[in-house]
């Protein structure tokens, strides 16, 4: 039985780990509550800004935080192209049409990645790379906490946008009702590439966020599709405070999972919490009824 | 001639063809194509019986090629069974992974995307369990000594290896074919295009469901065994990781889901596709992935029916041609 101060501080790192899963899963969320499309190509486009953030900074010196004002508008256009015009004419009306389109997307992004950049692991060293915070028992990366905080932001963001804007109304009217919205005069194509390039431009801001603190690989778009995937599931697909509290949640189960059953078996845990939330909860913990 | 007896000519031509194969192509490299091909081709007709005529599309096929491969490898190596007893048990090892699996998906009702992300998880779930425990290999895999001989399920030829997969091949599109033309087919076609329509009609969906799966996953078993006869080795990531399962689409959707040939049309057409791009780029890593990413776009985009549909589709354009110019 490990020492309850080790516990504790596993946990606190699994809750800043999750903040960052719920920050990639925030745009995840977004498409699919309004598109129903399951976007396999989510990690990919996420291992893209972070290349485009590290690359920034290493070729123009911009600093991630601040790369984020640049990177965010260009996700958003790079997400509203994809839908508009690769995604969307593949659907012939068939949603799994569109899944395995992303799962395209992501082969032909991933691999191109590996061609242009190579397999070799890239960090970036800022000066605030080794902050630290202090907390008594235990200690956290500044980059980690900022992550948090902007985690927490970025949902209520998020939130506020599609309760209280015009936009928001379309996204919702088109999520439930894509021919009476259709009717009322909203251009139902033009909110479901614009809800792609909203959750294309999170994407963009989580990466900024997750470069100070972690590595970069063409295959770091796969590691992070699975728990996407997992965290919305887990919060109900759609829900935005269901992604946060989900990543959050999950951040913790891995760390936990980790410490219990060793590094290699312990990524057992997030799988096994998909399974099962899939079998027997697919609505998510925060998701409405099927069919409302 | 009828269309039935034009297609089991085409086939019979199409057997001959392959049979044939080794007595032109000599080289190891040669040889070497024609049997990845038949790898994706035995993948693909598994998958396409699940995905194709039940429209159940999986994305963690891995899980039972990977079961196949491991409990091969581990039956030979740990507990010294003959390699013909164990390629039956592999089989039935991985028939039993789908039916739970199956079992466990079906009965809580999932469909569509949904079922696609559990069998990625299933499959996920056996990457980790393979990575982590010590009868499995752990990190470092499990390689097979080889000891080529008939009783060993090795050969010191590509052409035997050839052979024996072209004879899986062979099985797993006979199975194809026995659905086509079977009431079992007809009902999985049934729950494809409507599963509410399907089980009015008194159809036992969940049954239908599960042995199309079993079946499925039997034989992509199968291509397990193989693979690990023939490459000698197996690690958790090759076993289980994604890329077996994307293989295991690929050719199907590229071809033609639900159709007898497609599946076989689609792994040459991707073997072909990856050699070429390989050629052309000097053998960059990852290369053939993009070039088949590309394909699959463009044929979702203009040939949904895959190339198995594009004679139908040219035939129907031509005609419509026709009428056109008869009316005019």
Request: charged residues 10%; hydrophobic residues 55%; positive net charge.
């Amino acid at each position: 039985m490990p020492d309850p101060a080790v516990i504790f501080a596993s946990v606190l790192n699994g809750i800043t780990t999750g903040s960052i899963y719920a920050l990639v899963a925030l745009g995840l969320t977004l498409i699919y509550g309004v598109l129903h499309i399951i976007n396999f190509a989510h990690g990919s486009l996420l291992m893209v800004a972070l290349y485009a953030a590290f690359f920034c900074y290493t070729l123009l010196g911009i600093d991630p935080y601040l790369a984020m004002f640049l990177l965010v508008p260009a996700f958003f256009c790079v997400g509203y192209l994809l839908q508009r015009y690769i995604i969307a004419p593949i659907r012939f009306g068939r949603d799994q049409n569109v899944l395995i389109a992303t799962v395209a997307v992501a082969m032909i992004v991933d691999n191109g990645a590996l061609l242009l950049w190579t397999s070799t692991t890239r960090t970036i060293d800022v000066p605030y790379a080794n902050g630290i915070i202090d907390l008594g028992v235990a200690f956290l990366p500044v980059s980690r906490v900022v992550a948090f905080f902007a985690a927490v932001v970025i949902a209520l963001i998020f939130w506020a946008m599609m309760v209280f804007t015009d936009l928001g109304r379309a996204i919702r009217a088109v999520a439930r009702e894509q021919h009476g919205a259709r009717l009322v005069g909203i251009n139902v194509d033009h909110i479901y590439a614009t809800s792609f390039g909203i959750g294309t431009a999170g994407v963009a801001a989580a990466a900024c966020l997750l470069l100070p603190s972690f590595y970069i690989t063409p295959q770091v778009g796969y590691t992070f599709v699975l728990v996407a995937f997992t965290t919305v599931v887990l919060g109900g697909m759609g829900s935005f405070i269901g992604a946060l509290v989900g990543g959050i949640l999950l951040g913790v189960v891995e760390a936990l999972s980790g410490l219990y059953l060793g590094e290699s078996l312990g990524q057992i845990g997030i799988f096994l919490i998909f399974i099962i939330v899939l079998l027997v909860r697919p609505d998510g913990l925060f998701g409405r009824a099927a069919g409302a | 001639m009828s269309g039935e007896i034009k297609s089991t000519f085409g086939l019979a031509l199409a057997a001959l063809f392959f049979l044939c194969v080794p007595l032109f192509v000599k080289s190891d490299f040669g040889l070497g194509f024609f049997i990845l091909c038949l790898l994706y081709s035995l993948l693909g007709q598994s998958w396409n019986i699940l995905g194709g005529y039940a429209g159940q599309m999986s994305f963690g096929h891995s899980a039972f090629f990977g079961t196949g491969a491991y409990a091969m490898a581990i039956l030979q190596l740990k507990l010294g069974v003959n390699p013909w007893l164990a390629a039956l048990v592999a089989l039935l090892a991985g028939a039993a992974i789908g039916a739970f699996i199956g079992s466990l998906s079906f009965r809580y009702g999932l469909k569509g995307s949904y079922f696609a992300l559990v069998t990625l998880a299933f499959a996920e779930v056996m990457r980790v369990l393979a990575n982590s425990f010590e009868f499995t290999g752990g990190g470092s895999g499990l390689l097979v000594p080889f000891k080529p001989g008939a009783a060993n399920l090795q050969f010191s030829g590509r052409a035997a290896y050839y052979y024996l997969l072209l004879a899986l091949v062979a099985l797993a599109t006979a199975i194809v074919w026995w659905i086509e033309r079977s009431r079992f087919g007809s009902y999985l076609v049934a729950i494809r295009e409507d599963e509410q329509a399907a089980q009015a009609l008194g159809i036992n969906t969940f049954r239908t469901k599960l042995i199309a799966m079993v079946l499925s996953a039997a034989v992509a078993s199968l291509a397990g065994v193989f693979y690990i006869q023939y490459y000698l080795f197996v690690d958790s990531g090759i076993a289980f990781g994604p890329t077996m399962s994307i293989e295991a689409f690929l050719a199907p959707l590229i071809g033609g889901a639900g159709t007898l040939v497609g599946p076989l049309l689609g792994a040459f057409v991707l073997g072909g596709l990856g050699r070429l791009t390989e050629q052309l780029s000097g053998g960059a890593a990852g290369i053939n992935l993009i070039g088949f990413g590309v394909l699959l776009l463009l044929i979702l985009r203009f040939l949904p029916d895959g190339l198995a549909g594009l004679p139908r589709r040219i035939g129907k354009a031509l005609q419509s041609r026709r009428g056109a110019t008869q009316r005019a």
